[in-house]
């Protein structure tokens, strides 16, 4: 892109959506702000309306900022999501899904009815076109990149939507936020959920879910050879690795291992039995290369603070664009159903998709649906 275009940025209030906004301004961009309201009283037909919000008091920096309420949207599609996947044993992430089903799809909304060109966000992310396709890529920042979150995206999407801040440090993006006036840029980073009260998960359940800690106490807890040897409060209040508040003593150090949603029941043991050799993931994605339809060698994460590991994928469905077996050369730990599994060639992703199966050649943490 060398002119100057329209574009609509995603503001959350915080330093990078700001900053990313303001640098925007200086490339000589036309800016509309969107603040996406997802917490506020649902309604039922979102429409944009104008805000106050200004994230500095520079006049260079003074462009409209509409709001656009999906609280709605996000309640269904967000947290209804979280509260699915737990109940069915799962870990959810409900941020990466966020990004698809309501950031971007407000974007895109936003684009639509004022005529814009592109969206923008502050994620810490690359997009590179190459052979006529946008490719998405880390960003430059090892400590910040977020293109974990970021695998859902199409090419569409992608081709659409700049990451101002992909080529920048969090420590340059605050010298920056500082410059243009920014008031958030002293801002602390949140790394809660936006909707769960001080980051306790399990509290939050027992809360919004009526009646779920009766429906679920009192479970057993077995070990490997499914000997039980203690009882718990309930599987969704369980994770993958969790180690403490186990309430059992064996001895040595054990670890969840398998959650049975089924039969209220969780599997423990030791550092080992968290290994994970091979994976089964569904509802793949493939952004840097077309659907596969053979195997390929390529490096994956599982989580957003996972390392890049060196793995075989094998697609299963016809065209590759459903499911793929993942082989790891050397084992993973703590690996959980419901989290996504996202494909690298160096910094750019090829695709993900959510893990369904962990060891499916044992059964182990064998999801179905």
């Not at 892109?1 to 329209?6: L, V």
């Not at 269904?76 to 990466?96: E, Q």
């Not at 459903?322 to 419901?338: H, N, Y």
Request: hydrophobic content about 40%; some cysteine.
């Amino acid at each position: 892109m060398t002119s100057p275009q329209h574009v609509i940025i995603g503001l959350s209030g915080g330093v990078d959506s700001s900053t990313a906004a303001c640098l925007l301004v200086r490339q000589g961009h036309r800016v509309t702000g969107l603040n996406i309201r997802v917490l506020d009283t649902p309604v039922d037909a979102p429409v944009l309306a104008p805000s106050a919000m200004r994230v500095s008091d520079s006049e260079e920096f003074d462009f409209p900022v509409f709001t656009l309420n999906l609280s709605e949207k996000f309640a269904r599609d967000v947290i209804g999501y979280f509260h699915d996947d737990y109940l069915a044993g799962r870990t959810p992430n409900p941020c990466m899904v966020c990004n698809k089903t309501v950031k971007w799809f407000g974007l895109f909304e936003a684009m639509r009815l004022l005529g814009a060109d592109f969206v923008a966000t502050g994620h810490y992310a690359r997009t590179e076109s190459r052979d006529g396709v946008t490719r998405l890529r880390k960003g430059v920042d090892p400590e910040k990149d977020q293109s974990y979150f970021l695998w859902m995206l199409s090419r569409a999407e992608l081709a659409q939507t700049l990451f101002p801040l992909g080529g920048y440090t969090k420590p340059e993006v605050r010298e920056l936020a500082r410059s243009f006036g920014v008031h958030a840029a002293e801002k602390k980073e949140s790394q809660e959920i936006c909707f769960v009260p001080h980051d306790d998960y399990c509290a939050y359940l027992a809360g919004a879910i009526p009646g779920l800690e009766a429906r679920v106490a009192g479970g057993e807890i077995v070990d490997q050879a499914g000997k039980v040897i203690g009882h718990h409060r309930g599987y969704p209040f369980y994770t993958i690795g969790q180690r403490r508040g186990l309430g059992v003593a064996t001895g040595e150090p054990v670890y969840v291992t398998e959650i049975d949603a089924a039969h209220n029941r969780i599997r423990v043991g030791g550092k080992a039995d968290l290994e994970c050799r091979s994976l089964i993931a569904s509802g793949m994605n493939w952004i840097g290369v077309a659907a596969p339809d053979a195997p390929f060698d390529a490096e994956a994460r599982i989580r957003y603070r996972d390392r890049q590991s060196a793995c075989a994928v094998e697609p299963l469905a016809g065209n590759g664009s459903d499911r793929a077996r993942v082989t790891f050369r050397e084992p993973k730990l703590g690996v959980a159903c419901g989290q996504a599994v996202v494909f690298y060639d160096g910094d750019e992703v090829l695709g993900g998709g959510t893990i369904t199966e962990v060891n499916p050649e044992t059964q182990n943490q064998k999801i179905l649906g």
